[in-house]
Structures are given as structure tokens and as C-alpha cells.
């Protein structure tokens, strides 16, 4: 690439390679993966309009066979020809040499070291462990959800789906097996790009394995490299909040990430089942046990609405103010229930289509009850005393 083009290198008014009304028009164009302008990363080498109005544009791919080529190519050239004086668009599209990825892969690093965690007890995003006791209560719908109304929020979202063996993150979100177009993260070199789905970066094994329908037989050692790898390898960018999808219970996951994210904020998910919701305390008391904050409590599968007004508790009632109330003499403070979502068709057909319902049906109770939690969530930030923010004086 030449050394006098891209935003880093501070290309030159002079160069005639670059006609400026049209590098700012491509400075509108996102690369979907990485979420910043394709000028900022070098991945336009030239861009010209001749004397008849031809847009002459070179652009580079970070590798070959890049998932997002069809989508950047479109928006080049809808970002060319909304310029009055281009008549036509002479489109060259090559891939980036391995120095020129290797000096990208750096430049997204930051300061940040190769292997290093970037959600640390430093960072300034807010990280959320959405846990459970036992399966089948909903943690994962209730954490895509999550995500999916910080999102709406205009909020710069991940979620890593550390629920391995019992991964449904993907699918939840309209990525997996039965999606219309399945996507793989991209590599860049030791750096990998994540999906990204109704504004969300989102990775989980599944998105590894050639069958989604294999069972992943991992033990202990294996899980906890895997955590780490998607916790470090993964480039998120910028952040104000990441989700973790755990696994139920209190196994091996549970203890790596409460040793890996210390500064995680817990998420308990139980039913109004007093038995599910006894289950559900231990998972709270580990993440105390492993210095976590627990941010509150939220009862899934609540009473249904009947179309007379009645409501059917068919789960019981009160399992989450038991969690809460129990939860608050472990953690030596008032842990709240930040929602009670009803049972709800459109939260369970919302995750079979992989459109979370409060983005497709916000008027609905539950979408209501989870908007609220993220809402509250939000209002219920830490405090950033110690916390040192990346600034210095001039």
C-alpha cells in the first residue's frame, strides 16, 4: 500500500490519486466486521474521478474470501455515485499483503499487547455475567435480549456465548445452523473479527465447528482456554458493554470467569419455581465467593396473562424476591429483582426467528419487563474511582 494514502499515514491533498470529495464519501463506508471507515484502515489505496466523471477506486480486502466483500463493494459504490460529478464507478478490488494486515491487526491492537484482556478490572465497559442454577429457565433468551435493548440504546454491544457445550447465542440472534446465511468470524492473522447481528458482536464455538449439531466433549483445561481465547483473540473494538452467556451451575466456566473478569457485574436468571430458584441462589453465592458484583435478579417465565386479565402462574410465584432476599444476606447487600418477565409466545418465536422480541415487538409485556432490567442496569453503573481512563493532560 502506498505510504502516502489512508487516514493513519495522512494521505496528501496533492496526491493525484485521491480526489478529496470522493475519499470523504468513502469515509461514510463502515467495514462491517471491524465497524470503523474503510479509509481509517488503509483499505482504500486509491480513489480518483477523471475529467469525464469516472470514479477510478482501488480498495483492499483485509484477506481473501473476505465474508463482508459483497457488502463493502455495494456501499463503495453507493458512496461514489452520491456524488453529483461521478457519472460512473471503476471498481478494482485487491487484498492486503501480509504487511499491511499485520500493520492493521497492530493498529486495532492499540496499546494493547497481543495476549492481553482487554476487559479487565481497567476497562471502562460495563461487563455482564448472565448466569443461572439450572438450564431450561431462559438465561440465553433473556441475555440476547439484553443485548439486543442496550443496542437499541445506541450502545457499542458484544456478547461472547460462554455457555460451550450448550452454546444458542448464535441462533438467538439469527446466526446458526438455520440462518439464511451462516456467518464464520473472519482471522486476521492471531486476531479474530467477530459476526455482527442487529448491531451486536457476538462469537461462540459454534461458529467453529463444521456440524453446529456436534456435541462439544471438552473438560476442564480446554473450556478455560477457549474463555480466554475469546476474551483476548477477539477483537470487539471499543465497548460500553459485553455480555457473558454462562453456562448453568457452578462449574469450571463459572470459576475461570470469575477469576479472568473479577470486575463483572452478575446477572442471576431463575424462574418463580421456589425449587428452581434454591438452585439458582448457589450460582449468585460463586460469584460473590469469586469477588464479583451481583447486579440483580431476574424471574423468567413469570404468570401468563389470560385474555380475561387473570394471570395463570404456571411456574408458582416468588422465586425471584426469594433469590433476591437470599442473595443480599450472602452478598451483605440489597441485590433487586430488575424484572419479572411473563410467559411470553412472541419472547419464544422471537428466538426461533433469531429477532430478539423487544426489537421486534417492544410494546410486548416482556419486551417491557427486559427494557426495564436494561434500563436499570445501565442507571446502576460502578464507580470508575481508580479506574484510570486513558487520558493525559496537554
Not at 478490488?93 to 500493520?103: C, F, K, N, S
Not at 440476547?144 to 444458542?168: E, P, Q, Y
Amino acid at each position: 500500500m502506498p505510504a502516502d494514502t489512508g487516514s493513519q499515514n495522512g494521505g496528501s491533498a496533492a496526491d493525484p490519486r485521491r480526489h478529496e470529495g470522493l475519499w470523504r464519501a468513502l469515509g461514510t463506508v463502515q467495514d462491517p466486521e471491524i465497524r470503523r471507515p474503510i479509509t481509517e484502515l488503509d483499505m482504500v489505496e486509491s480513489a480518483d474521478v477523471d475529467a469525464e466523471g469516472i470514479a477510478h477506486i482501488h480498495i483492499l480486502l483485509t484477506i481473501v474470501g473476505c465474508p463482508a466483500a459483497n457488502a463493502i463493494e455495494a456501499a463503495v459504490r453507493a458512496a461514489a455515485t452520491s456524488l453529483p460529478e461521478v457519472t460512473a464507478v471503476d471498481l478494482h478490488v485487491g487484498v492486503m499483503t501480509p504487511v499491511q494486515r499485520e500493520a492493521l491487526t497492530t493498529r486495532l491492537r492499540g496499546d494493547r499487547g497481543e495476549r492481553e484482556m482487554p476487559f479487565g478490572p481497567g476497562t471502562l465497559t460495563r461487563v455482564f455475567a448472565v448466569t443461572s442454577g439450572k438450564g431450561g429457565v431462559g438465561k440465553s433468551t433473556i441475555t440476547a435480549n439484553l443485548a439486543a435493548a442496550f443496542a437499541a440504546r445506541g450502545l457499542r454491544v458484544g456478547i461472547v456465548d460462554a455457555d460451550v457445550h450448550g452454546f444458542s447465542i448464535p441462533g438467538l440472534l439469527g446466526i446458526g445452523e438455520n440462518a439464511e446465511a451462516p456467518v464464520k468470524p473472519t482471522r486476521l492473522d492471531n486476531m479474530i473479527l467477530p459476526p455482527v447481528a442487529h448491531g451486536i458482536k457476538l462469537i461462540s464455538i459454534g461458529m467453529f465447528l463444521d456440524d453446529p449439531r456436534a456435541a462439544v466433549a471438552w473438560r476442564g483445561p480446554m473450556l478455560h482456554r477457549t474463555i480466554n481465547q475469546f476474551l483476548t483473540d477477539v477483537y470487539f473494538g471499543d465497548l460500553d458493554v459485553l455480555l457473558l452467556d454462562l453456562p448453568p451451575g457452578t462449574g469450571d466456566i463459572a470459576i475461570s470467569i470469575g477469576q479472568l473478569l473479577p470486575n463483572a457485574e452478575v446477572v442471576v436468571v431463575t424462574t418463580p419455581q421456589l425449587a428452581a430458584a434454591e438452585v439458582a441462589e448457589r450460582s449468585g453465592t460463586l460469584a460473590v465467593q469469586t469477588g464479583q458484583r451481583i447486579a440483580g435478579v431476574i424471574e423468567n417465565m413469570a404468570g401468563l396473562v389470560q385474555p380475561d386479565g387473570t394471570v395463570l402462574d404456571l411456574f408458582g410465584s416468588g422465586g425471584g424476591d426469594l433469590v433476591a432476599e437470599r442473595l443480599s444476606t450472602v452478598a451483605k447487600r440489597p441485590v433487586p429483582v430488575l424484572a419479572s418477565v411473563p410467559l411470553s409466545v412472541e419472547l419464544r418465536t422471537g428466538g426461533d426467528a433469531g429477532v430478539p422480541v423487544v426489537l421486534s415487538d417492544p410494546e410486548n409485556a416482556a419486551s417491557v419487563a427486559i427494557l426495564k432490567a436494561a434500563d436499570t442496569l445501565l442507571t446502576g453503573g460502578r464507580s470508575l474511582a481508580g479506574v484510570k481512563l486513558g487520558l493525559s493532560p496537554r
